[in-house]
Every structure is written in C-alpha cells, then in structure tokens.
C-alpha cells in the first residue's frame, strides 16, 4: 500500500532543493528560491496525472475535505451523508464546519449503499460522501445519480484510493470535488499532506483562499492581498511538497506492484469456495491497496482472525469490525458526542441519536470482512507463503467449525 516502503534518492534530490534555497513556505519569497515551486509543481502534476482540473494542495487529507466542505458552502444546519465503515477523518471535517454528519450502510462494495443514501435524504441533505474505502470504489453511476435527482453536491473522499478509477475517470474527479490524502501511510506520501480536486473553477478559486486564510492570492504582495471570506491556515510547506511531487512521479509504478502482488495473493484465497470478494463497481479501475475478502458468518471470520493471530501472522489482515479508527461500532467518543468544546446542538442531538440507529446491514458485512493490505515489498515467494498461511489458516477455522462440539 504505501509509498514510503520505496523511500529513494528521487524523494532525497526534491528534498534538496528546498533545503538548499531554504525557502520552505510554498508563497513568495520569489528572488530567494531559485526557482523552486514544489506546491505548484505537485499541484500541476496530479492535474496531469489524474486528470482534474485544478488542484489544491493542503496540509493533510483532513483539512483537504474541510476546505472542500468550506468551498462548497456546507456548514451549520447541512446534513452531509457518509458511510459508517471510513477513517474517523470524514466525521471530523464534517463537524468542523459545523454540519451534521448522517451515517449510513455499507454494503459488500465497503462503501455507500446507494439505497441507505436515498433512505437518508431530508430537506436538510446538502451533500453525499462516498468514501473510496481500502483502495476501490463507491457506485458512482448510482451516487450521482441521486444527486442529481435531488440536487445535493457530491464529494468524493478518495483518500485511499490514489490512482483507482471508475470507467476511466479517477476517483476523487468525478464529484463536485475530490479528496486525496498524502500521510504516511497512503499510497503515495508528502510525510503529511492532502489535496482537493476539483473541475469547478468556482470552487478552486475558494479552495485556494480559504486553505491560506482567505487571501486572495490575486496581487503580487500576499501581504496587500484581500481577503473576500473567512478563511484558515491549512497551507502545505515546500518540504512536504517536494517528497509528494517525487512520489506522484512513481506513482504509477507503486500501483503496478500492487496489482501484481494483489493479483497473486488473491489466486490463493480463491481456491477456498468459502471465501468471497468484495464487490468492485469497476473491478478494472481497483488500485489493489488492499485484498478484501469474506467468510460466510462473522463466527468464522473470528476463527480465522483467532488462527491468523494465534500463528503470529495476523499484521497486515484487518479485521476493520473491531477496530477504533474505522468503524461506527467502537466509535464511543462519536456516539457519546464527547468533544472538547461545545457543538452546536442539531450536531449533539444527531451524534446522541446514533447510539440507537440501527447498523446492523453494515455488521453484517464488516463482520465477515478482512482486509489484507498490499506491500510494495513482497518478493513473489514472500506473497505465495502469505498466501499458504492465510489459506492454511482459513481451512483449518472451517475444519474447527465443521466438527461438532463435544459438549
Ligand atoms: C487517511 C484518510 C483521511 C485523512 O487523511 P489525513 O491526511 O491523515 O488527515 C481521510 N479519509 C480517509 C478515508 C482516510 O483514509
């Protein structure tokens, strides 16, 4: 999965750059920096390589899809529709503008059921945000479909997803506007870092202010420059910049091992009849971060979890049902509405009455799901041994279940 496993001499050189000049802010500063625009560089590079028409580089996937939610005008009173199985980041840019977020189901796609959207519309419904989970992606024929239909704004949390595609167009161009995310640990990195794309000038031109405390960028003194809204400082430095501008370069290299090794490692788990795969809309569009796979019941999912930990094999599997980051069942400080300062109270009531929503279609998918995440560094005889364990594994849960209790 991620970029940093092949950290190289590529990523040292653009670092050099900048440590040389010294210029490590991405404005200004013209005469000092020999030359050296790493932001814009990277921003025209996933342009080009992903094919959205502008792009806006931020400090991280989370203020990515803030200062999207900003440009798109959601805040208080807006209800922005999202999946229950996502990275704590989607609720959290919500809340911060101040809108409500409504989760809904996943299906056996990891992603938006597009019937649980539709079931959740109401009058106060602004936005749909399919989260591109584990490297692949939502419906999104059916998604905008809806949109369209009800006229709300669609933004693609494709923070996972770097390089997957639906019908050719790459996740997160497809909406109004679309979120990368460059942390450590995406499939390519900045060290931290995001972007928002978009193909809307409108909501470019706002992406670009807002992310610098809403100047306008429009003189050629930062410093006289005019400020038409509120804005906030989600500015990525040059240092940042220039680790991503040589990873976007070798992006598609780290794709084409991942698909390789997802490929081999998915042969294996295909000779087990039992085990299912997740559902792609577009299965040639997968960027193969992740191999994700099904069991029949979540008791032997549980097994097979048990077995993989119990042979010290389990790093790299995950089984995203018991986990606190990604999803509703163990999101307490969530549920609970336990933040640091007040929320306003359509926010609070909305967060309380998650205690009693029923998720029981996402549970039972996300109970028999593992995911295994996908190395750049596997040698093709370490993926047929992960592939041998896992199998293993698997047989011997079904085995175990298959024999009846003694007592
Ligand atoms: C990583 C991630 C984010 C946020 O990215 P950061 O750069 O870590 O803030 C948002 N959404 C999803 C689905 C992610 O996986």
Known sequence: MPGFELWSDAERKELMDVVESGILMRYGFDAQRKGHWKAKELEQAICDRFGARHAQLVSSGTAALTTAMAALGIGAGDEVIMPSFTFVASFEAVLSTGAVPVLVDVDETLTLNPAAVRAAITPKTKCVMPVHMCGSMADMDALQAICKEHKLLLLEDACQSIGAAYKGKSLGTIGDAGTFSFDFVKTMTCGEGGVVMTNREDVYTKCDAFSDHGHDHKGVDRGADLHPFLGYNFRISELHAAVGLAQVRRVDEFLAIQKTNHAALKGFLSSVPQVSFRQLPDAEGDSCTFLSWFLPTEELTRSVVAELKAQGILGGNFYWYDNN??????????????????????????????????????DAVMGRCISTSISLLWTEEQVKEKGEKIVAAINKALKNAAVPSQN
């Open 325 to 362: 980051w990604h999803y509703i069942r163990k999101w307490d400080h969530l549920k609970n509405a336990t933040a640091l300062y007040p929320l306003n109270e359509a926010q609070r009531t909305a967060l309380l009455h998650l205690r009693e929503q029923d998720f029981s279609a996402s």
